[in-house]
């Protein structure tokens, strides 16, 4: 089954930038829609941003659009987040997940998805 593995967390300085990585094992990453969430404590996970199998479509969430750019190289069976101008309430633990498709759409209803274990991002001021 498919694994993910996310790398690139830490701590940054409010205006900051962090590039977060998910590797992807035990599958093609070219048949799974890509996305990022993040789940600050005591809230719900937050949807951040998709790209789709292909890497040509992409979807954001407001509150990280024009700040946060989702890629992939599906040759690398990699995925990245590019986060800039980072805000303290950016702070969370970030997630990368993985749905298969047969749909070249960033956003997919339904199907198996897998999840990454985690990556803690804190951003002070």
């Known amino acids: 089954q498919v694994q993910l593995v996310e790398s690139g967390g830490g701590s940054a300085q409010a205006g900051g930038s962090l590039r977060l990585s998910c590797a992807v094992s035990?599958?093609?990453?070219?048949?799974?829609?890509m996305a990022w969430h993040r789940q600050a404590p005591g809230k719900e996970r937050e949807f951040l941003t998709a790209?789709?199998?292909?890497?040509?479509?992409?979807a954001y969430a407001a509150s990280v659009e024009g700040r946060f750019t989702i890629s992939r190289d599906n040759a690398k069976n990699m995925v990245y987040l590019q986060m800039n101008s980072l805000k303290p309430e950016d702070t969370a633990v970030y997630y990368c997940?993985?749905?298969?498709?047969?749909?070249?759409?960033?956003?997919?209803?339904?199907?198996?998805?897998?999840w990454g274990q985690g990556t803690q991002v804190t951003v002070s001021s």
């Open positions: 035990g599958g093609t990453l070219s048949n799974y829609a």
């Open positions: 790209i789709s199998k292909s890497g040509d479509g992409t």
């Open positions: 997940n993985a749905a298969y498709t047969d749909i070249d759409a960033p956003m997919i209803v339904g199907g198996t998805n897998y």
